[in-house]
């Protein structure tokens, strides 16, 4: 079950979040046996102090909007600071406290690496589909 990128500019996903910088995307699902369960996003671009809480702010929102799982696909995050992994984790928390699976994919050697170091890669359910 993964995300589909979009292939016509009239299906490009919709932007939650934009700075010069970094960008949330909700992207569609296109597996048929999700029954509209799965939720997904794309991280895109550098996420750090700067942009760590207001990306927080959407992805609780969308754990709030309790779908079975949330894959988080970051394919094109560049970099990750503590800051953002920081939030990654409390929305890994918030997620278990409301029954929410979440599931990060496509992560970058870069952002596999930061991971992996921090001892996060299992807590944080990182799928390697890369």
């Keep these: 079950m993964r995300p ?8 490009a996903p919709a932007v939650l ?3 010069e910088t970094f960008r ?9 046996t999700t029954d509209h369960t799965t939720d997904a996003v794309a991280l895109v671009g550098e996420l750090d102090l700067e942009h760590a809480d207001a990306m927080l ?10 779908p079975a799982r949330l894959d988080i696909v970051l394919d ?3 970099f990750i ?9 409390m929305t890994q928390q918030a997620a278990t406290a409301v029954g929410v699976e979440l599931v990060l994919r496509g992560a970058r050697p870069t952002t596999r690496r930061v991971l992996v170091v921090s ?3 299992t807590f944080l359910n990182v799928i390697d589909d890369r």
């Design 4 to 11: 589909s990128a979009p292939r016509d500019p009239a299906d």
């Design 17 to 19: 979040l934009s700075t």
């Design 24 to 32: 949330v995307e909700a992207l569609p699902v296109t597996d048929p």
């Design 57 to 66: 702010e959407v992805l609780l929102a969308r754990v709030d909007a309790r």
């Design 76 to 78: 094109r995050l560049e």
């Design 81 to 89: 600071d503590s800051f953002g992994i920081s939030r990654l984790i």
């Design 119 to 121: 001892g996060l890669i």
